[in-house]
């Protein structure tokens, strides 16, 4: 992120944590609690953690920069997003019947600016103050016996609101996105 | 579980009111499937515009085969046998590309994209013609209708529009004209989901008219409450029908069922406002309401046996890997140089439903699993495919051989007849 939407960020660091440092310590706060959301099968709460106005996606063609051109695995704005979470919550959502248990390990966190945001993310508009945040993952998953590990990029564009920091944008490019998946309704 | 090895034996598997669970479980007829089945027949291999233009190509497994599908030279597409006839190596590694010849990389021999050998280093031979005996080896029969290619690896078969018949081109012709009869073509990019489980459970279930209500019922409760209004489709309705047809393809024919349900969906679609005020700006009023309606397409389900289907707005194509595993391809349709808008609505209603993290589709292959880990427990060796069996007729049929309600196994009986017809035909080569 440069330095330019950093300083229209006053007080989002952490205590004692100053500039880039400061910013970092926040965005990772907000992923990670993210992630241990979706761990421990939260997903009502992993859903106040998006903006009103936000993208969760999972591209298919890893170079794409905006979800609505092309097939995607997954893309939710808000609606569907609520539709998502109510459908898994719903009881008669086989594939999670008994639900998966689910390890997200997020490593490798950096700050982006516009353009890294750009290249990374894809093309969306980035408002005074977002943070946008570049990072690897590992997400293992254990359901009847058998467990699989999948391995993914993120990209996460976080955006201020009167809530605090919320999720604007979050990107997962799985390492084998265009090859044949398995079924991937657990949360990503 | 010993393998089958008589003809007999394969028709014994297959009863008209059910199946031998040694169908999907045992590797032996597995095996035999892919020689008797898929290269005994018309296998449905990809649609043109994936590859338009000279030098396309794609590959794809057919049965066992590595296969590149490759618009030659010459124009003519062709499918060439994706391997070297030196020491059998693969001559191509890429999912799709376009290229004037295929190189193995092992000893460089090198064919043209019309599969002939046009490149041997350091020949050695004294033979005249040992370059066109070698060329790659190609499916003797690849024909297409409307752009639908087929392949057959035997030469024998009938054309491809008589193995088809007359009955099920009714329907794919409203399938592939489910745009006002614009042209479409098939996006580059599909969903394709690794399952576990037989690749018959897929096949049966694409025709399926009796499941939708029971396992995609959360899909129809989130509808439900977004939309605040009925959402079901078809299924129980009196007018919709499955129907069979000779060669074990079948559909599921939604009669005059209204597609409004199916309409009303797209308004939960991600950024649904700007979608539909983009589509009236680019079509105008009066053509905005038509559009909509094709968005979803007509509802019908047409399965062409043994690994084509056609449903909604989708081509899927079923891909066995093994006994117990398949990959399945579901690739939507959008009308190249149309309004944007109109292609955007139709990927978004087709990722509402399918693909590994669509509403639907996975439900479906939850089922799948359940039934390999129930399958070898049973003490009861059959499962049923007997519902409808006494009211299935041919009344109005079109070319039908039955017609049944829509919840009914009709489609299924006929998929197993033609399993056992071309298992047999195989077994006594």
Known sequence: ?188 | MSAPTAKQEYSSLVRNDGVHRRVYRDPAVFDAEMENIFKNTWVYLAHESQIPTVGDYLTLPVGREPVILVRSEDETIRALVNRCRHRAALVCEFANGNAKSFRCQYHGWTYANDGSLVGVPIPDRQEENFRERLGLVEMPRVESYRGLIFGSFRDDVPSLVDHLGEGVIFYIDRFLDQAGGRPLTAHRHAHRVDMVGNWKFQMENGLDGYHAGFTHRSFFNVMQERLKKNVRYASSLSTASARSYPNGHSVIDPGTTSTQPLVDRLSTLPNATGLFDQLREEVGDDAFDSYLEQVAGHGINVGVFPNLQLIGIHIRRIEPVAVDRTVVSVRPLIESGGPEAFNQMRLRYHELFYGPAGFGQPDDFEMFERVERGIDDSSAEWLLFERGLNREDVTNGNGAELVGAVSDETPQRAQYASWAHLMEIGAGK
């Open chain 1, 1 to 188: 992120m440069s330095g330019a939407a950093l300083d229209t960020a006053p007080g989002m660091g952490a205590p004692g944590m100053d500039g880039e440092a400061g910013v970092l310590a926040s965005a990772s706060e907000l992923i990670y609690r993210e992630a241990d959301l979706i761990d421990r099968g939260h997903s009502r709460e992993w859903l106040e953690l998006f903006a009103e106005h936000c993208v969760y996606w999972l591209p298919i063609d890893p170079s794409s920069d905006d979800p609505t051109t092309g097939l995607n695995i997954l893309y939710d704005d808000h609606g569907r997003l609520a539709d998502r979470v109510s459908r898994l919550t719903s009881g008669f959502s086989f594939t999670q019947e008994p639900a998966s248990k689910v390890c997200h390990v997020i490593s490798n966190l950096r700050l982006l600016d516009a353009a890294e945001a750009a290249s990374a993310i894809g093309a969306f508009d980035l408002a005074e103050g977002d943070i946008a945040v570049g990072g690897h993952g590992v997400v293992a998953h254990s359901r009847m016996g058998v467990t699989q590990v999948l391995y993914a990029r993120f990209g996460w564009i976080l955006t201020r609101s009167v809530h605090g920091l919320r999720i604007g944008v979050k990107r997962v490019d799985l390492l084998n996105s265009a090859d044949p998946l398995p079924v991937l309704t657990f949360l990503l």
